[in-house]
């Protein structure tokens, strides 16, 4: 299997489609979350808007720039997930979120990609000059955690969070 992160463009609006459409029904099902965030900020139907929108290209008050980036199954010429890279911290992602928010859809959970996935994102990572990587995530979350884990990921410490989760938080050294 061929996996590598790749930007969207119009090639793959279809493929974006499916992969949210099946994301979103798994959510009204199962309740689970959507990490991350910032492929679900903007309607994926109105394609040309949403990829204009998709990244941050300068700071704002309360949001840093960002980078988004998508796992394609070469082979299937399949979207499996996304990845949300940070370029750097700001107080509130410094506590929770992290530079790297990451999401496998549904039905390719539990097979390794979400692991392949953080890879390369530190790769990604790496060439913003991010050496030291924050990751966050809930605490029953244990798939997302040996995930973070198996990339290096050490566990500094846990804490509530505002919605009365508790969360924890990985730092990884690239």
Known sequence: ??????KLTKEYEKQLCEMIDEWKLDQKIHRTNHSPWAIFKND????????EHLELK???KDMVPDSVFFLLDED???????VNIRHYLNDSLLKAGGHIGDGIRP???RKGYATEMIRLALIECKKLGIDKVLMTCDKDNIGSARSIVKNGG???NEFVNSDGDVEQRY????
Do not use: P
């Open 58 to 60: 300068e700071a704002t």
């Open 154 to 156: 050490v566990l500094e």
């Open 107 to 109: 039905s390719e959970r």
């Open 171 to 174: 730092w990884i050294t690239i």
């Open 1 to 6: 299997m061929s996996l590598k992160l790749i």
């Open 44 to 51: 994926y139907h109105d394609f040309a808007y949403y990829l």
């Open 76 to 82: 299937r010429d399949r979207l499996l997930g996304a």
